[in-house]
C-alpha cells in the first residue's frame, strides 16, 4: 500500500503540537494497518444501469479540497457515460460511503449537487434516481465537461457543432453590427493569439476566448451568459478538431475572416463565414464516423 508521507504537520485528536516526520509516518502507517479495504468495489443491488466495472480494485482515493464535490463529480461521470441509465436506482448511502472511504454526510452532500443539476430525485425510502436525459441540465458546467469526457464523445461534439450552427451564425451578424471598440479588440486580440499559439492548450483557450467574445460582442442578454457556460463544451470541441488536423493553417485563414468581416461591420459576409468556419469543423468531426 502506497502511504502518503509527504506533510509534515501531523496532528492527533486533542492535539496541536506539531510531530517529527518520522512520528507522522510511523502513525499513518500504523493508522492504515488497522484498516480494511474491501477487495472489490460494492455490489451495486437495485442499479440496472450499473457497468460490470464492479471488480476494479479498492480502494477509492479523492482529490481536491472539497470531498464532497469530489465525490459529486465521480457519480456524475458515471450517469453520464451510462453506467447508471434514467430510471434506475443508485447506491444507498452506505455503499457510496464504503465505496469512496468518506463520511455519509459527504455523499448527501454530493446527492444535493447532482440533484440541482437535474441529474437525480431522491425520495425517502426509495433513494436516489437518475432522471430522465431530458431533464438534465446539459449547460451545466460541470455537466458538460462530465458529458465530454463521457465514451459518447463524437455524439457530443457533433450535438455542440449542431449548436453552433443553430446560435453563432446570427450571432456573428449580430456582432458584426453591434461591437464596441473595447469589444473587437477582444476578437482581434484572440484572433491573433491563436495564429500565434505555440501549444495545443495556448491555441484552444485562445480560440475559445475568440467565439466567446463574438458571443458577448452581439450584445444579446440571453447570448451573453450562454458564451459563459458552453465555454467547457467549446474547450472539448477545440482540443478534439486541433488534434485531428495536422495544418491548422485553413482554420486560422477562416478565423481571420470572420474577424474581418465583423471588424468591417459587414453582418451578411460575417454570418457566410462562420458558417464556412462550422462546416469546416463539422467536416473534421464526421471524419470519424465511421
Known amino acids: 500500500m502506497n502511504i502518503d508521507v509527504s506533510a509534515p504537520d501531523?496532528?492527533?485528536?486533542g492535539h496541536t503540537r506539531e510531530k517529527p516526520a518520522h512520528f507522522c509516518?510511523?502513525?499513518?502507517?500504523?493508522?492504515?494497518a488497522k484498516k480494511t479495504y474491501p477487495a472489490h468495489r460494492p455490489s451495486v443491488d437495485g442499479s440496472p444501469g450499473a457497468s460490470q466495472a464492479s471488480s476494479t480494485p479498492m480502494p477509492w482515493r479523492l482529490r481536491g479540497a472539497s470531498v464532497h464535490s469530489s465525490v459529486a463529480e465521480e457519480i456524475g461521470k458515471r450517469i453520464l457515460r451510462g453506467d447508471y441509465v434514467p430510471g434506475s436506482t443508485l447506491p444507498n448511502e452506505s455503499q457510496w460511503a464504503q465505496f469512496f472511504d468518506v463520511s455519509r454526510g459527504g455523499i448527501r452532500e454530493a446527492i444535493k449537487i447532482l440533484m440541482a443539476k437535474n441529474l437525480l430525485s431522491s425520495r425517502p425510502k426509495i433513494g436516489s434516481r437518475v432522471e430522465p436525459r431530458e431533464n438534465w441540465n446539459l449547460l451545466?458546467?460541470?455537466v458538460l465537461g462530465w458529458y465530454a469526457a463521457s465514451p459518447n464523445r463524437l455524439s457530443f461534439l457533433r450535438t455542440v457543432q449542431e449548436f453552433r450552427q443553430i446560435i453563432e451564425p446570427e450571432a456573428t451578424a449580430l456582432a458584426a453590427i453591434r461591437?464596441?471598440?473595447?469589444?473587437?479588440?477582444?476578437?482581434?486580440?484572440?484572433?491573433?493569439?491563436?495564429?500565434?499559439?505555440?501549444?495545443?492548450?495556448e491555441r484552444t483557450q485562445a480560440d475559445t476566448r475568440f467565439h466567446v467574445a463574438i458571443l458577448v460582442a452581439s450584445g444579446n442578454e440571453l447570448l451573453v451568459p450562454l458564451g459563459?457556460?458552453?465555454?467547457?463544451?467549446l474547450d472539448n470541441l477545440f482540443v478534439y478538431v486541433a488534434s485531428e488536423v495536422n495544418d491548422l493553417s485553413h482554420a486560422q485563414d477562416l478565423h481571420d475572416e470572420v474577424e474581418r468581416c465583423v471588424r468591417l461591420q459587414r453582418p451578411d459576409a460575417a454570418r457566410k463565414?462562420?458558417?464556412?468556419?462550422?462546416?469546416?469543423?463539422?467536416?473534421?468531426?464526421g471524419r470519424r464516423r465511421a
Open 10 to 13: 501531523c496532528h492527533m485528536e
Open 25 to 32: 509516518a510511523a502513525m499513518v502507517m500504523k493508522k492504515e
Open 140 to 142: 451545466d458546467r460541470d
Open 179 to 201: 461591437r464596441s471598440s473595447e469589444q473587437m479588440a477582444q476578437i482581434t486580440e484572440a484572433c491573433h493569439e491563436m495564429g500565434s499559439a505555440r501549444t495545443q492548450p
Open 228 to 233: 459563459a457556460l458552453i465555454e467547457s463544451a
Open 273 to 285: 463565414a462562420v458558417r464556412r468556419l462550422l462546416d469546416n469543423t463539422d467536416e473534421i468531426i
